[in-house]
């Protein structure tokens, strides 16, 4: 699995990345009042081979910064590097060269493929924008590709709706491949499939990971996912990064009181070691990236929290070789009591009243 | 305990040969196929399956809202000694919401977006019960705060739209409890959320449960959300129930192939990493076309050890495999379990 992990080469690089999209106010001539944050200072580096999992809830910035990185969603500042070259100066046209290095899967199959053109049509695209032409013709190269993604060569000619959720997310890769990139972004590439065909694309991804030496970036909510096809991990929140680690150190052990949040909320498909878990449960959404808190994003939800975390951001910092957390109180799973329950007086989502915790120590497992 | 079929102390629902088809231009689609179930009273049953596996459309049927003119619905519903199929569709509509109460997946397509939420829960209560604005107002503000609602004062009157969908699903918790229904079936109520949120979402749906002795049919795909919350576990393929058992027998030991091939591909956090995922074969049939045998066949990795490759050709029956275990396969039990066994040590390793 982590053969290819140790490879130094950077295929990406992510420098103090920002994205945000303006807020327009009211009236004849809208002025922008503010901002969403939804990516506001993050730094990500994938190695050649190697897969970087990027984990967070709805609204942490995860799918933005994927599109940042291929210039689908132009970032506000920062920089990025696809190869060696740097690419948020490069103009649209420009940046085409680019995109036969780095390609990108989506979450919904459905509406990532043009259903007016055949499976044939959709995969020889990228040969066509990029001018390639492979040996022994793009057909023949096309129909090699359906064969090597397990899709029938003998389909060439039929269209996107003649096929289910889990072969149409198989063409949209075959698509991804078809120039071997050496990045692939995927965003959510099994969440809309049913189980037993989301671990068929897992193994195919890793497959031809192995085959063709492609990194990935993949982004997810899910973290069984996530922890079966990546060599390491960045928890997001709120647009922040707030833990990296390798992937057997994130969930053996976590540090940020966030990582352990989410790990806990996983249920777990075994009656009896789910009733033995340690339980942390949050209140509360996540709070507007209009208007994120001060201080450090995730205070108002943290049972961790303390005057500091309002005050000063916490900074990312390597407490390990590759395992970098941004919190003042981190804490080990051994110190975490069996239940935490956060509670919060009635307030706004935003609201900065201070979490109310109770700490519950461990008593007999029920 | 979910035997199938009517018992001498009379579980509270009873859903006994049901059967659910809808024409189309493309032949008949048979979405639910014989489906028996029971549930007792306060207790959770979980039916997990994959897309099109009928799922939901028994769901649907049990709470009546299955369109009677474009489906045919066969076979029986029994909710406390009552029979729902045969049932005059307006007889059905008093049930809902009272005695039966539903949760979707998606909040917005329950909650009307030109209301306020105040209202239109106010207006559950008023449609089945004549009480005052008043008094309907009050006891909608305490189910509010009961589900966890903050400054239940002010978002009373928010529309929809004002809420976070974690907020909306606790609305539409609050409005299908409203009448303290005896029965709550719950169709992916997580699905569209975060764990973080769901992991709350479930806590609030039990301690409901318990607060309010409500019997509960959750519906999911997620079988870690079956481990957590059920009671009891049917799990459906191709419109059939395949396997049905205790939450405690059925992960102890799935007997029913497709049981342990979904068990055995989905990634697991709490097991060391496997090299490569064992997923299930080729893709779920299509409900027009099923398999003549076991729908379950052209996927299954042991029908070959079945003399006379019966699997292709015999419908198999859901039969009692172990006290309240029931199973839907032609192979020998002793065989079954041990196929099981041999599966489950290969995956199983040392916790992380």
């Not at chain 2, 997990?48 to 029986?76: H, P």
């Amino acid at each position: 699995m982590t053969a290819t992990s140790t490879d130094t080469r950077e295929v990406m690089r992510a420098t103090d990345l920002h994205t945000h999209f303006p807020v327009k106010g009211r009236g004849l001539i809208p002025r922008t009042v503010g901002a969403v944050k939804a990516v506001d200072g993050i730094d990500l580096r994938v190695g050649a081979g190697e897969t970087l999992g990027l984990v967070g809830e709805s609204g942490s910035g995860k799918t933005t910064a994927a599109r940042s990185i291929l210039m689908l969603v132009r970032p506000t500042s920062g920089t990025i590097t696809i190869d060696g070259q740097e690419v948020t100066s490069l103009s649209p046209k420009a940046m085409v060269p680019v995109r036969r290095k780095a390609q990108m899967i989506f979450q919904d199959p459905y509406n990532a493929l043009n259903p007016r053109h055949t499976v044939g049509t959709i995969i020889s695209a990228p040969f066509k924008v990029q001018g390639v032409v492979p040996k022994g013709g793009i057909k023949q190269a096309v129909l090699e590709l359906m064969e090597r993604v397990g899709l029938n060569p003998e389909h060439y000619n039929r269209y996107p709706n003649e096929f289910s959720g889990g072969q149409r997310q198989r063409i949209g890769i075959a698509r991804a491949i078809a120039l071997k990139p050496k990045l692939i972004v995927c965003d959510e590439p099994v969440s809309a499939l049913d189980v037993s065909i989301q671990a068929q694309i897992l193994n195919l991804l890793r497959d031809l990971q192995r085959e063709f030496g492609i990194a990935y970036l993949f982004v997810a909510h899910d973290l069984a996912v996530v922890r079966q096809i990546s060599h390491r991990v960045a928890v997001m929140y709120l647009g922040h990064i707030v833990e990296t680690a390798p992937r057997e150190v994130i969930y053996s052990t976590p540090l940020h009181p966030y990582t352990h949040s989410l790990l806990s909320a996983v249920p777990i498909p075994d009656p009896q070691r789910q009733g033995r878990r340690k339980r942390i449960v949050l209140q509360g959404d996540l709070p507007s990236p209009i208007d994120p808190p001060s201080g450090c994003v995730f205070r108002t939800r943290c049972f961790q929290a303390q005057e500091k975390c309002a005050i000063e951001v916490p900074p990312l910092v390597e407490v390990a070789p590759g395992h970098e957390v941004a919190c003042h109180f981190p804490i080990s799973v051994s110190e975490l009591p069996q239940r935490i329950e956060v509670e919060k007086p009635a307030v706004d989502d935003t609201g900065d009243a201070p979490a109310e915790i109770h700490f519950i120590e461990p008593g007999p497992p029920h | 305990m979910t035997a199938t079929g009517g018992t001498a102390d009379r579980p509270f629902l009873t859903v006994n040969n049901l059967a659910v088809a809808f024409p189309t231009e493309d032949g008949l689609v048979r979405a639910v196929d014989g489906v028996s179930l029971s549930v007792e009273k306060g207790k959770t049953l979980a039916i997990v399956g994959e897309s099109g596996s009928g799922k939901s459309v028994t769901a649907q049927a049990i709470m009546g809202l299955v369109n009677r003119k474009a489906a045919k619905v066969t076979g029986e519903i029994w909710l406390d000694g009552q029979e729902l199929v045969g049932l005059p569709q307006n007889e059905v509509q008093e049930l809902m919401g009272s005695e039966i109460a539903m949760i979707f997946q998606d909040p917005m397509s329950s909650l009307h977006p030109f209301y306020r939420i105040g209202d239109q829960i106010a207006e559950a209560i008023r449609a089945h019960r004549k009480v005052s604005a008043a008094a309907a107002r009050k006891e909608t503000m305490e189910m509010l705060r009961h589900v966890g609602i903050p400054a239940v004062e002010r978002r009373i009157d928010a529309y929809p739209h004002q809420l976070s969908g974690g907020m909306r699903q606790r609305v539409m918790i609050a409005m299908a409890l409203i009448n303290s229904p005896q029965l709550l079936i719950a169709d992916e109520p997580t699905t569209a959320l975060d764990v973080t949120v769901q992991a709350q979402i479930l806590e609030l749906i039990s301690k409901l449960q318990g607060d309010f002795g409500t019997t509960v049919i959750m519906i999911t795909h997620d079988l870690g959300i079956v481990a957590d919350v059920a009671d009891d576990v049917a799990v459906m393929y191709g419109g059939r129930i395949v396997e049905v058992a205790s939450t405690k027998a059925l992960y102890a030991q799935p007997e029913m192939p497709y049981t342990l091939g979904l068990l055995s591909s989905i990634p697991r956090m709490d097991r060391k990493l496997p090299e490569r995922l064992d997923p299930i074969r080729g893709n779920p049939p299509s409900p027009i076309n099923l398999p003549k045998g076991c729908v379950f066949q052209p996927r299954c990795n042991y029908w070959e050890r079945v003399p006379d490759g019966a699997c292709k050709t015999v419908r198999p029956d859901l039969l009692e495999s172990d006290p309240d275990h029931f199973v839907r396969c032609l192979l020998k039990p002793e065989e079954r379990q041990q196929i099981s066994r041999d599966v489950q040590q290969v995956l199983a390793g040392s916790p992380q």
